[in-house]
């Protein structure tokens, strides 16, 4: 009995693997739909994210089935239950990646990002699939180190978004409002993408120390920092 | 010995209830922290979101002992489980509601809403906080139809962020891109505490009714509806 047991929670820390990885590629094919104005990837990605959405409900109900049958104590417990919150977070990630591909569909054929920006967008967006790749493997292998590691990967998504709202308040940009709303919410969907995969990693790091890692302070909205030091600057 | 459980479980409720308010309150009160650029009201809802925050930390492990001692089953082990999501959605809302205050904080002494813009944001304040009422409201009742209310207050939110956008995109805009920006990450703020709150409310559904009211449904990026419907407007 113990065996199965352990074999559905396995295939739980599977799941949300598989998450992991969908919304990494997600993210990274919508920033390239919306750098090449792609609206067949963009359409592509804006379909796919429902293989997330069921993926964390199927997800969900296993879990929760599993603490119905099996009622699990002290640290299966908060397997099971860490695991749920894993799946918030990457269900959303999986959200945030739809939004950036909408926002690529909605000004087809268009780009949404001028040209003096593109490189920082590809910048943020790869770094945003490498933060979710990190945060699988720190699933996969519970490594703290690595875990850890994302925060700082974390800290350099807060300079590009930071360089971003340079050019934005720049008394030089000239392509907008409207423009300048894109970039507002493609930055912020990116910062936000970011900020949940650090935070799998960090309940990563909760499980294997019991220690939060400052859970709390995922989102001290660097968005508004970047504001005042872009402004300071 | 099930008394007890039942005493614990209604704990776990009351303290989603002072969440809710405390967030829907926070809201109100960055609101006007905002349009009157009153930075000491700004810093105390900075400040009390950690009340929040510390609920939250405790309602969780209350809700994690709570299974590990009883193993509740069926609707009771639902309850918990759907409880420690909701406190989430509450959790994120005060986050928003600080990230308002921070904003009017940030832009102090002068206001980050220009007149012309006083009216609407004033009317989201309000109705954010008329949303997160209700939903506490639907926490104590198990109240369907409000609980479904809900989605239609929504939909007014929708509108006021539309007519946000509007105002972004006409031509006429001319408080520069600064305060854009500003506009366009506070209608952000307000559309995701909306959707929180009525997350939370159909949540209590999905409890009395066991059905799903479309739970994936709920945050269909509207602002992006809405900067594609002002622009075709």
Do not use: C
Request: no cysteine; hydrophobic share 45%.
């Amino acid at each position: 009995m113990r065996d199965a047991y352990h074999e559905e929670l396995d295939s739980i820390s599977d799941s949300l693997v598989e998450m992991a990885r969908l919304v990494g590629s997600a993210i990274g094919r919508a920033t390239t739909a919306m750098l090449d104005s792609d609206l067949k990837l963009a359409e592509n990605v804006i379909e796919a994210d429902q293989k997330v959405d069921e993926l964390q409900h199927d997800l969900e109900a296993r879990a929760i089935a599993l603490l119905a049958r099996q009622q699990p104590v002290a640290t299966d417990l908060r397997i099971v239950v860490t695991s749920l919150r894993m799946s918030a977070d990457l269900e959303r990630s999986g959200d945030l990646a739809q939004h950036v591909a909408k926002l690529a569909r909605l000004r087809y054929p268009d780009r949404a990002v001028p040209s003096d920006l593109h490189a920082t967008i590809l910048e943020m967006g790869q770094l945003a699939q490498r933060l979710m790749a990190k945060a699988a493997e720190v699933i996969i292998t519970k490594d703290v180190d690595l875990a850890l590691q994302l925060e700082q990967d974390d800290d350099e998504m807060d300079l590009l978004h930071r360089t971003l709202f340079q050019h934005l308040m720049d008394d030089r940009w000239k392509h907008g409002i409207e423009t300048a709303v894109d970039v507002t919410l493609l930055g912020r969907y990116y910062e936000r993408f970011a900020d949940h995969a650090v935070s799998v990693a960090k309940r990563v790091v909760y499980l294997v120390t019991g220690e939060h890692a400052d859970e709390l302070q995922t989102d001290v909205q660097p968005e508004i920092q970047a504001v005042s030091e872009a402004e300071s600057a």
